[in-house]
């Protein structure tokens, strides 16, 4: 089983939409949360941390933690153009600063 | 702030050399850098763990000899890649994380290795 799991996408949005994007992990005492945007040919980017249960906006982006199921969701709201990206979430499972990575999902934000 | 740079943004180089990318945390001091690999299509993958003044920490199966992790100061790493073959060709990426910043993790710019 996969540390962190996620939906490889890719999701198509119409411009304006909601972007919804799922990640699950397996271990059950993993603290620290993390959504990376990564654009084609480029570095992670990162663009939410979520520490608690519960939701946490920051502009147009919303992480939504639920530690009970294990799962960490990322919404993006009023997808544009410039939002076509690989998300790829994070994890930090253990005692260290190292972070765990899903596989991505891509975006694709079409006008 | 969080910003950290990498130097060559890309390097091409014959099989059996060695190549040094260097990464520098440029307004924090790195406690903790990271050096990742990430083949085309694929997600990222850690390699080691490096902290200030101590040896790295090599993640399994990453060969420490062949990749020789330098963190000499709070705000440089270095990777070297030694005896470079063209399986090594890949995206190496680095990131870095402060003291300020609890646990997240910002990355440089990355360095796109072709061994020919």
């Known amino acids: 089983q996969k540390e962190v799991e996620q939906n490889s996408g890719p999701l198509s949005v119409p411009e304006g939409a909601i972007a919804s994007l799922n990640c699950t992990y397996s271990?059950?005492?993993?603290?620290?949360f993390f959504w990376y945007r990564q654009y084609s040919g480029k570095s992670p980017e990162l663009i939410m941390s979520?520490?608690?249960?519960g939701d946490k906006e920051d502009g147009r982006f919303t992480a939504q933690l639920n530690k009970a199921s294990q799962y960490v969701s990322l919404l993006i709201r009023d997808s544009q153009p410039s939002d076509s990206a690989t998300y790829l979430c994070?994890?930090?499972?253990?005692?260290?600063?190292?972070?765990?990575f899903g596989a991505g999902t891509t975006v694709t934000v079409r006008a | 702030g969080a910003v950290v740079s990498q130097h060559p943004s890309r390097v091409i180089c014959k099989s059996g050399t060695s190549v040094k990318i260097e990464c520098r945390s440029l307004?924090?001091?790195?406690?903790?850098m990271f050096w990742y690999r990430q083949f085309p299509k694929q997600s990222l993958m850690l390699m080691a763990t490096?902290?200030?003044?101590?040896?790295?920490?090599?993640e399994q199966g990453v060969e420490k000899d062949k990749f020789l992790i330098n963190h000499a100061s709070l705000t440089l790493s270095t990777l070297t890649v030694t005896s470079a073959h063209p399986e090594d060709s890949s995206f190496y990426i680095c990131?870095?994380?402060?003291?300020?910043?609890?646990?997240?993790?910002?990355f440089g710019p990355g360095t796109r290795l072709t061994v020919t």
């Open positions: 307004d924090f001091q790195a406690t903790t």
């Open positions: 990131s870095a994380r402060g003291q300020a910043h609890s646990y997240e993790q910002y």
């Open positions: 979520i520490y608690s249960n």
């Open positions: 271990d059950r005492g993993s603290q620290s």
């Open positions: 994070a994890v930090r499972a253990g005692y260290d600063y190292k972070l765990s």
């Open positions: 490096s902290n200030e003044g101590s040896k790295a920490t090599y």
